[in-house]
């Protein structure tokens, strides 16, 4: 709890901010586009390089044009060429999305307004790895704002929306990232971030631990320089345990994906929203009758779950722990193993993190038309590598959407390559995203201000304090009135009336 008191740099700027109210088998199979240059047919299946997480948003689809970004002289009407996109004509579009995101994100935009008289992040150069779309673009921006400057790439190969990094790209920002990446394209763009002669990073901003890893690989050296990792994907932090565990972590990291505010939004009720706008989008599904089986029933299961179950959907769970596996059972769902229903379900929907959940076995036996498609951050749940063999047939109904041909003619409908859907596919809500952002940034305060010696070489959780505070950034959106606790009040439950309220341990 005594951590909480000594957030001296965050702490103190936060009340002045609180003035301001604010209503992403290199086989090449039969049937499949043709279209390749750079672009790989086979996509990467190590990492979460390759994890999907694209805007169907996006003005132009990668495959409009077959000629590299690598291969192309671009600069921005400023003559500065320090970045590779799509199309940097393209940049006026891309401003028209980022000012409508600052709309429905009054955190950042509150942040933005007090670092008018005090620039918490001068001297910060940090080094992005995320999903490049119009409200990461307001991220980055309001990183400029507070003083940091910002090289930035794509944690996804399809995360990119091509306008907005234009837009980026013509307001000074070096951006290297466009839709529809391949392999060699992703970690290209990691590299030019990281490797430029007269810039050293001192600040990681990572979504899936890509670009940690790579430096780590590539760069070791450059951790000298470094003062912290933030991180906001569960797969990013699994990875950043492991190298705790392991004793290779050599930086303090800040561990935002559990933070409260960031678990409950981004990950219970963005999906809750986005996953039947994702499936709308690619399938036209009608979702009332339909037996759908979600597997894993954490946050985002629970959000998959609830929006199906509105709709009049028969949902199945299947879940390895107990705990959530209850909560399957006392929301009223039935809770199964993926083999006793394979073949009836019409919807396969993974949301575990985990790899081979839905192997060949399983695609071998659903029903023809059974369409699949994952909610997790990588893209290793659905086992589609084992689908790129000779006796299957591929066809390219539409952007993301494929059908898988058996030789008896059976099809299933694969959405986004296995890739993570919502933004693949679709979008997810702004508001939401102000959130995750608003977390990042105050993480990213926090680390690079704090006094050598308050965090050691380990992954750490948000503090309490801030992630309260980032919920009532949001509050006035609502016209939303807290109560206040009268001093006995708070001495009866030994609090203090500014909080934090709950635990660090609270989830």
């Known amino acids: 709890i005594h951590q909480y008191y000594q957030l001296d740099i965050v702490v103190s700027f936060l009340p002045l901010c609180q003035q301001i109210q604010f209503a992403d088998q290199k086989q090449e199979f039969n049937k499949r586009p043709t279209k390749i240059g750079r672009r790989s047919l086979s996509r990467s299946i190590s990492q979460s390089s390759t994890d999907s997480y694209g805007s169907a948003a996006s003005y132009t689809d990668s495959s409009d044009d077959e000629t590299s970004p690598r291969d192309k002289q671009q600069k921005n009407s400023k003559g500065n060429g320090d970045?590779?996109?799509?199309?940097?004509?393209?940049?006026?579009?891309?401003?028209?999305?980022?000012?409508?995101?600052?709309?429905?994100?009054?955190?950042?935009?509150?942040?933005?307004?007090?670092?008018?008289?005090?620039?918490?992040?001068?001297?910060?150069?940090?080094?992005?790895?995320?999903?490049?779309?119009?409200?990461?673009?307001?991220?980055?921006?309001?990183?400029?704002?507070?003083?940091?400057?910002?090289?930035?790439?794509?944690?996804?190969?399809?995360?990119?929306?091509?306008?907005?990094?234009?837009?980026?790209?013509?307001?000074?920002?070096?951006?290297?990232?466009?839709?529809?990446?391949?392999?060699?394209?992703?970690?290209?763009?990691?590299?030019?971030?990281?490797?430029?002669?007269?810039?050293?990073?001192?600040?990681?901003?990572?979504?899936?631990?890509?670009?940690?890893?790579?430096?780590?690989?590539?760069?070791?050296?450059?951790?000298?320089?470094?003062?912290?990792?933030?991180?906001?994907?569960?797969?990013?932090?699994?990875?950043?345990?492991?190298?705790?565990?392991?004793?290779?972590?050599?930086?303090?990291?800040?561990?935002v994906n559990d933070s409260v505010t960031k678990q409950k939004f981004d990950n219970l009720y963005c999906c809750r929203e986005s996953i039947l706008d994702g499936l709308k989008r690619t399938t036209d599904v009608m979702f009332g009758g339909k037996q759908v089986v979600v597997c894993g029933y954490g946050e985002v299961g629970k959000g998959c779950c609830a929006a199906l179950k509105a709709m009049g959907s028969i949902v199945y769970v299947t879940e390895i722990d107990p705990i959530c596996a209850l909560q399957a059972c006392m929301d009223g769902f039935r809770l199964v193993k993926l083999n006793e229903v394979i073949r009836q379900v019409d919807i396969v929907i993974t949301c575990t993190g985990n790899k081979n959940v839905v192997v060949r076995e399983y695609l071998d036996r659903m029903k023809n038309g059974c369409i699949v498609c994952n909610m997790g951050h990588s893209n290793t749940e659905i086992d589609v590598a084992s689908l790129r063999t000779p006796e299957l047939t591929w066809e390219r109904v539409r952007s993301q959407v494929d059908h898988v041909i058996w030789p008896d003619g059976k099809r299933i409908v694969l959405l986004a390559e296995g890739r993570l859907l919502n933004l693949s596919c679709s979008t997810v809500p702004t508001f939401v995203l102000s959130i995750t952002a608003t977390t990042q940034a105050l993480a990213l305060i926090e680390l690079y201000n704090a006094p050598e010696g308050r965090y050691k070489q380990d992954v750490y959780l948000l503090p309490k304090k801030m992630d309260e505070y980032v919920a009532s950034l949001h509050l006035p959106t609502f016209d939303a009135h807290l109560t206040e606790l009268s001093d006995e009040q708070a001495k009866y439950l030994g609090l203090n009336k500014n909080g934090p309220f709950k635990p660090n341990y609270y989830r």
């Open 83 to 255: 970045f590779c996109i799509k199309n940097i004509k393209q940049a006026d579009f891309g401003r028209r999305e980022i000012e409508i995101a600052e709309q429905e994100m009054p955190a950042l935009m509150a942040l933005r307004k007090r670092a008018q008289g005090e620039k918490p992040l001068a001297g910060a150069k940090v080094v992005g790895c995320t999903h490049i779309t119009a409200q990461t673009a307001v991220l980055m921006e309001t990183l400029t704002a507070l003083g940091a400057q910002c090289r930035w790439a794509a944690c996804n190969i399809y995360s990119t929306q091509n306008e907005v990094a234009a837009a980026l790209a013509e307001g000074g920002f070096s951006v290297f990232a466009w839709k529809g990446e391949s392999e060699d394209d992703f970690w290209w763009c990691i590299d030019r971030c990281v490797n430029l002669e007269g810039w050293q990073p001192n600040m990681i901003l990572d979504d899936g631990g890509d670009l940690t890893h790579w430096i780590y690989k590539k760069y070791p050296n450059m951790f000298k320089k470094i003062k912290g990792i933030v991180e906001e994907s569960v797969t990013g932090v699994h990875r950043l345990y492991q190298l705790s565990k392991a004793g290779k972590l050599c930086v303090p990291a800040m561990n």
